[in-house]
T-cell receptor, first 115, second 111 residues
Framework: NAGVTQTPKFQVLKTGQSMTLQCAQD?????MSWYRQDPGMGLRLIHY???????DQGEVPNGYNVSRSTTEDFPLRLLSAAPSQTSVYFC??????????????FGQGTRLTVV | GQQVMQIPQYQHVQEGEDFTTYCNSS?????IQWYKQRPGGHPVFLIQ?????EVKKQKRLTFQFGEAKKNSSLHITATQTTDVGTYFC???????????FGGGTRVLVKP
């Protein structure tokens, strides 16, 4: 199994450009999420989804859109890139459970620079 | 909103020594998870704690969940160079998956 696959690994954007970060998982996980990681600030939740067709905002959703048309894919769209969105982006997936381990599996990350 | 704080932010440890990192939540948690991120890598799940006062061990790592389910700790004994990385705690307020991460403790090991 590939686990969680993110593309691209690196990206440089100009201010105002838009782009989509791809995330795919092959573990049939219901729950998927996007985080951004900035130095010294841990991981902050951008958007998440508990299943196909269902998405919700996390802690820092402004400037980002998501959709979940299939269980496997959860793309993150930057609408109009700003330098403040320079960060490392991680996609994660897990089973959605009321009880039991809800271990999150992370992708390798996308390092985005906005100039 | 919910906040999760970790201390210390940095931990310089002599190889062979022990250390502890602490995690505190502003709200009562349903469960807490710990992750390790190697430099340049992605977070990797270590463990999940669910019960009040729970203690779990993984070789040289000991994880505790506080009685009030608002704090947790990770204790590493006989630190090795392979322990280098950033350790994150992540708390969930409700059953399910929405996690709030702490800022992490970055561990540097001096040989």
């Amino acid at each position: 199994n590939a686990g969680v696959t993110q593309t691209p690994k690196f990206q440089v954007l100009k201010t105002g450009q838009s782009m989509t970060l791809q995330c795919a998982q092959d573990m049939n996980h219901e729950y998927m999420s996007w985080y951004r990681q900035d130095p010294g600030m841990g991981l902050r939740l951008i958007h998440y989804s508990v299943g196909a067709g269902i998405t919700d905002q996390g802690e820092v959703p402004n400037g980002y859109n998501v959709s979940r048309s299939t269980t496997e894919d959860f793309p993150l769209r930057l609408l109009s890139a700003a330098p403040s969105q320079t960060s490392v982006y991680f996609c994660a997936s897990s089973y959605f459970r009321v009880r039991g381990d809800t271990e999150a599996f992370f992708g390798q990350g996308t390092r985005l620079t906005v100039v | 909103g919910q906040q999760v704080m970790q201390i210390p932010q940095y931990q310089h440890v002599q190889e062979g020594e022990d250390f502890t990192t602490y995690c505190n939540s502003s709200t009562t948690l349903s469960n807490i998870q710990w992750y390790k991120q190697r430099p340049g890598g992605h977070p990797v799940f270590l463990i999940q704690l669910v019960k009040s006062g729970e203690v779990k061990k993984q070789k040289r790592l000991t994880f505790q969940f506080g009685e009030a389910k608002k704090n947790s700790s990770l204790h590493i004994t006989a630190t090795q160079t392979t322990d280098v990385g950033t350790y994150f705690c992540a708390g969930s307020r409700a059953a399910g998956n929405k996690l709030t991460f702490g800022g992490g403790t970055r561990v540097l090991v001096k040989p």
